[in-house]
């Protein structure tokens, strides 16, 4: 068991090459980062900076071309057991087995971990989702904002202490977002840690407390939310906006 002061998340040097016939595509360099437990971050960044890459890594679903990643100290790579026990990942896309109902698949997603008698818990999440009333639905009949809902609930269903938010809201409706984060918010006060990638700029400034910015596979940002705006009176997004611009080699004419 990890005590206080082991980082809920350790990233150290971590590189990602992907080899093909038509040659290499690097999507990150060197990327070091630390997140303590009971954390709130956001890992932020455009399109192809790596977010996804990196939370495949720390899933142990892809494996780092050099580096190393822990989740509460324990190896992503050796010890992928005991670190995948302590994650739950909301990926982006929406994976669902169509022959099972709501609660079913809850129930096979936490004998995956081997939880018996998880009901109370997996009751907790329908209500705080906004799903109780489609327990006994099939997956095959949900609306998209639906099947996504699920998905949070399968990341949670195990109680994991550190949980990684890829693209939660993207493409659902206000009502899922207000809950979703109501809830989030409720369990990080109880203690878990919280990684989100989000392109709403506007959530990652109310929620996270420290946000990193990712661009081209390499980390330009590293700070407090507060720091980082407080000589600022414009938007995470813009001052967002002004250091991708900042950082971009100059066009030659």
């Not at 302590?86 to 982006?92: A, E, K, M, S």
């Not at 609660?103 to 008698?117: K, M, N, P, V």
């Not at 700070?223 to 000589?231: F, M, N």
């Amino acid at each position: 068991m990890s005590d206080a002061n082991t980082p809920a998340v350790c990233v150290n040097q971590v590189s990602k090459i992907y080899r093909s016939a038509r040659g290499e595509v690097r999507a990150l360099t060197d990327v070091s980062l630390k997140i303590r437990q009971g954390e709130f971050v956001g890992l932020l960044g455009p399109n192809g900076a790596g977010k996804t890459t990196l939370i495949q890594i720390l899933s142990g679903l892809v494996r780092p071309s050099s580096g190393d990643v822990a989740i509460l100290g324990f190896d992503v790579s050796r010890e992928s057991v005991m670190a995948r026990r302590c994650l739950g990942v909301v990926p982006q896309e929406l994976v669902f087995d169509p022959f099972f109902t709501v609660r079913e698949t809850l129930q096979i997603q936490s004998g995956f971990f081997g939880i018996a008698r998880n009901d109370d818990w997996i009751d907790e999440l329908l209500h705080n989702l906004g799903l109780a009333d489609k327990a006994d639905a099939n997956m095959r009949a949900l609306s998209g904002g639906m099947k996504r809902r699920v998905l949070v609930a399968q990341a949670l269903v195990h109680r994991p202490p550190v949980i990684v938010l890829d693209e939660p809201t993207a493409g659902v409706d206000v009502e899922l977002r207000q809950s979703l984060w109501a809830f989030v918010r409720r369990l990080n006060r109880e203690g878990h840690t919280v990684m989100l990638t989000t392109h709403y700029l506007e959530e990652a400034e109310s929620l996270c407390e420290r946000v990193i910015l990712l661009k081209s596979g390499s980390i330009l940002a590293d700070q407090r939310t507060d720091e980082l705006l407080r000589h600022s009176e414009d938007s995470l997004e813009t001052v967002f906006l002004r250091m991708l611009r900042e950082s971009s080699p100059p066009q030659s004419a």
